[in-house]
């Protein structure tokens, strides 16, 4: 029954900024690290955040400084804030619960056209 719910994504112009969120349920959200992982046409799917159960952050080098991860476990959420969009950011875009992605939501898709 678990389960992680995006929402968030859709069309923006290179510049503009996007939220994205992911609701979590079934699991003690608290005690699990949390990612974004990216899949942009004709790309294997790749990490582009992650935040640890204890807030520490890290993100890929193209995503640095633009995008920022956070999570409120009040609210069992994970957001991926991202400014300054870019054509190459454009994909499919899913969070991930646990060290080792054990669970995936959906995908939400993020389109930035130049």
């Known amino acids: 029954q678990v389960q992680l719910v995006e929402s968030g994504g859709g069309l923006v112009q290179a510049g503009g900024s996007l939220r994205l969120s992911c609701v979590a349920s079934?699991?003690?959200?608290?005690?699990?690290?949390l990612g974004w992982f990216r899949q942009a046409p004709g790309k294997q799917r790749d990490v582009v955040a992650g935040?640890?159960?204890?807030?520490?952050?890290s993100y890929a080098d193209s995503v640095k400084v633009r995008f920022t991860i956070s999570r409120d476990n009040a609210k069992a959420t994970v957001y991926l804030q991202m400014n300054n969009l870019k054509p190459e950011d454009t994909g499919v875009y899913y969070c991930?619960?646990?060290?080792?992605?054990?669970?995936w939501g959906q995908g939400t898709q993020v389109t930035v056209s130049s």
């Open positions: 991930v619960a646990g060290s080792t992605s054990r669970y």
């Open positions: 935040i640890t159960r204890g807030g520490v952050t």
């Open positions: 079934g699991i003690r959200f608290s005690s699990y690290d």
